[in-house]
């Protein structure tokens, strides 16, 4: 079945920086569009930045420039290197391909 599991997350000083790992099992991963996703209490997840089997990319405006996705398709994981970083990044942050979402990652921007 397909799995996702995320790591990475934890608490950082605004401006520093964090690299976040998915790893995916149980489906043709090179193949697939990876997505990052984040969430916070009360709102909607957003999503954060996508790439495809063939490493196209794109990201949320809130994020140009300072976070970036990118993939292992020998070690079937996305990554996502996020610099710095502010208070507003702070998250749950997920990983998605189709239909399928990890359990999630905290991410904590505070001084």
């Known amino acids: 079945q397909v799995q996702l599991v995320e790591s990475g997350g934890g608490l950082v000083q605004p401006g520093g920086s964090l690299r976040l790992s998915c790893a995916a099992s149980?489906?043709?991963?090179?193949?697939?569009?990876m997505m990052w996703y984040r969430q916070t209490s009360g709102k909607e997840r957003e999503l954060v930045a996508t790439i495809t089997g063939g490493g196209s990319i794109n990201y949320a405006d809130s994020v140009k420039g300072r976070f970036t996705i990118s993939r292992d398709n020998a070690k079937n994981t996305v990554y996502l290197q996020m610099n710095s970083l502010k208070f507003e990044d702070t998250a749950v942050y997920y990983c998605?391909?189709?239909?399928?979402w990890g359990q999630g990652t905290q991410v904590t921007v505070s001084s």
């Open positions: 998605r391909t189709s239909n399928f």
């Open positions: 149980g489906f043709a991963f090179s193949n697939y569009v």
